[in-house]
């Protein structure tokens, strides 16, 4: 079982960056693919980005795609998500998951976090 915690959503201005984490517990977290995602409100929850276990391969929506980095260290069992040139529609509460496989679809992550809140103001 893993048990995640996200941290470092805040309030940003639009064409800022932010730094989100999502720390796991347990020793498994390295044999997981990774996935992060993002809801709005009165909105269905939106694909972010995903890992696979070794950090080789990741997945990108292209809303998303050329601004946010996702990225692992096994090492430290954290998984990152840098987002840069944030726009006001990237306001939501992000989500890390874990799951045996990297996916766009989150009824295939078996984990989930809590959820940070990222708001981007205009």
């Known amino acids: 079982q893993v048990q995640l915690v996200e941290s470092g959503g805040g309030l940003v201005q639009a064409g800022g960056s932010l730094r989100l984490s999502c720390a796991a517990s347990?020793?498994?977290?390295?044999?997981?693919?990774m996935g992060w995602f993002r809801q709005a409100p009165g909105k269905e929850r939106e694909f972010v980005a995903a890992?696979?276990?070794?950090?080789?391969?990741?997945y990108y929506p292209d809303s998303v795609k050329g601004r946010f980095t996702i990225s692992r260290d096994n090492a430290k069992n954290t998984l990152y998500l840098q987002m840069n040139s944030l726009k006001p529609g990237d306001t939501a509460v992000y989500y890390c998951?874990?799951?045996?496989?990297?996916?766009?679809?989150?009824?295939?992550?078996?984990?989930w976090g809590q959820g940070t809140q990222v708001t981007v103001s205009s």
């Open positions: 998951a874990a799951g045996p496989r990297g996916s766009s679809y989150g009824d295939r992550y078996d984990y």
């Open positions: 347990g020793r498994t977290f390295s044999t997981y693919a």
């Open positions: 890992i696979t276990w070794s950090g080789v391969s990741t």
